[in-house]
């Protein structure tokens, strides 16, 4: 069992949809959780970084954590075209450590 | 700042070819991550540096592959010789205390990545 799981897609939603992008992981050590963007072509910039569980919101991104279950998610609100990318979750154990990455998940929306 | 600089954008070689990769890591940031992506693996480590030292080298595939940090503003990536196997787009992302990010602490910056074909 790979570390972090992520549905690759692609995902493909209307302008201005509700996105749901989710990743499950296998060890509870854990504990920096990360969302990346990457634009085709181009390198991964941050989107989203969490520390432990809970929840954060930055505009129209919330990121939400589950210690409990294993499970991260981010959610994109009123989605734009300009959002379609490939999103990756990460994680690692302490600051400035190695990131653990999800294949990615492809997302389209469509204006 | 102009962030994390990786060259070259892209190369081509033929297979038994050496091929060296350059990153210039963030003013400031004490740690280096070199990274590899792939379709079919996605993103992973290589080799990480702190303050120039390599810290942990276990991403490394074979002795074909080996990286250097001579100073706090370069490192190195070198690949002898190539074989197709090594085609994919190579990342140097930095990290530490000399830039603040907009959010959370010690974040990694990554660098445009470095295409490679090996033919």
């Known amino acids: 069992q790979k570390e972090v799981e992520q549905d690759p897609g692609p995902l493909s939603v209307p302008e201005g949809a509700i996105v749901s992008l989710n990743c499950t992981y296998s060890?509870?050590?854990?504990?920096?959780f990360m969302w990346y963007r990457q634009y085709s072509r181009k390198g991964p910039e941050l989107l989203m970084y969490t520390y432990s569980s809970g929840n954060k919101e930055d505009g129209r991104f919330t990121a939400q954590v589950d210690k409990s279950s294993k499970y991260i998610s981010l959610f994109i609100r009123d989605s734009q075209p300009s959002d379609s990318a490939t999103y990756l979750c990460a994680m690692t154990f302490r600051e400035n450590t190695p990131l653990v990455f999800g294949k990615g998940t492809r997302l389209s929306v469509i204006a | 700042d102009a962030g994390v600089i990786q060259s070259p954008r892209h190369e081509v070689t033929e297979m038994g070819q050496e091929v060296t990769l350059r990153c210039k890591p963030i003013?400031?940031?004490?740690?280096l991550f070199w990274y590899r992506q792939t379709m079919m693996r996605g993103l992973e480590l290589l080799i990480y540096f702190n303050n120039n030292v390599p810290i942990d080298d276990s991403g490394m595939p074979e002795d074909r592959f080996s990286a250097k940090m001579p100073n706090a503003s370069f490192s190195t990536l070198k690949i002898q010789p190539s074989e197709p196997r090594d085609s994919a787009v190579y990342f140097c992302a930095s990290s530490g205390e000399g830039q603040k990010p907009h959010s959370g602490s010690y974040t990694q910056y990554f660098g445009p990545g470095t295409r490679l074909t090996v033919l």
């Open positions: 003013s400031g940031h004490d740690y």
């Open positions: 060890n509870s050590a854990f504990q920096y």
